[in-house]
């Protein structure tokens, strides 16, 4: 089962730090382009960033908002994502979401089944 | 920066043809995809690549796509269809990615 659980969230105060960890399960992490997706209260849902395998570059991209504050980060080896968030502002409050889409081979012979995963979420909040 | 934009609200009784659009610039290059949500949960998709439907969503739900506009359809709309719909896609150069503003569906 294709699994994400993120932790990391709490309460910080605004030009603050957190650190956001994604935990991945059940797919071939190594291959796969994670995003992180936020919303915040009373709010619709928010494209934080993306980050491609290392076979396509590793590169990353960051919604306007947060670029030159955030940073992602993956290990493959423990097939976790992190999110570094630096600078914190309060309208950075929200739960933030750990995504992979994407297709999934399985089988013999192989078949393509998209998949769309979303972690719970890890809340977090910045306030004086 | 890229925008998707939806309308607020959308409103029908049960049984009627809910319709939700999206218009973006970069659409006829990219596909749209589609998420319903609900107060309390993670979000669920609904159509992925303009009109597919992942298995378990209902053969209600159907997805289109043509010139800058995207459109989710539900036929037969049911109570429990109702929440907030957003779509979802990149820009012209697939590097970011952003949601439209969100639907808010009430099938009443």
């Known amino acids: 089962e294709v699994q994400l659980v993120e932790s990391g969230g709490g309460l910080e105060k605004p030009g603050g730090s957190l650190r956001l960890s994604c935990a991945a399960s059940g797919f071939n992490f190594t291959n796969a382009w994670m995003t992180w997706v936020r919303q915040g209260p009373g709010k619709g849902l928010e494209w934080v960033g993306r980050?491609?395998?290392?076979?396509?570059?590793?590169?990353?991209d960051y919604a306007a908002p947060v670029k030159d504050r955030f940073t992602m980060s993956r290990d493959d080896s423990k097939k976790m994502l992190y999110l570094q968030m630096n600078s914190l502002k309060i309208e950075d409050t929200g739960v933030y979401h750990c995504?992979?889409?994407?297709?999934?081979?399985?089988?013999?012979?192989?078949?393509?089944?998209?998949?769309?995963?979303w972690g719970k979420g890890t809340t977090v909040t910045v306030s004086s | 920066s890229y925008e998707l934009t939806q309308s607020p609200s959308v409103s029908v009784s049960p049984g009627q043809t809910a319709r939700i659009t999206c218009s973006g610039d970069a659409l006829p290059k990219n596909y749209a995809y589609w998420y319903q949500l609900k107060s309390g949960q993670s979000p669920v998709l609904v159509i992925y690549e303009d009109t597919k439907r992942p298995s378990g969503i209902p053969e209600r739900f159907s997805g289109s796509s043509s010139g800058t506009m995207a459109t989710l359809t539900i036929n037969g709309a049911q109570v429990g269809d109702g929440g907030d719909y957003y779509c979802y896609s990149t820009d012209s150069r697939g590097n970011h990615w952003v949601f439209g503003g969100g639907t808010k569906l009430t099938v009443l």
């Open positions: 995504v992979f889409y994407g297709y999934i081979g399985s089988g013999s012979p192989i078949v393509l089944n998209y998949v769309d995963v």
């Open positions: 980050i491609k395998s290392k076979s396509d570059g590793g590169t990353t």
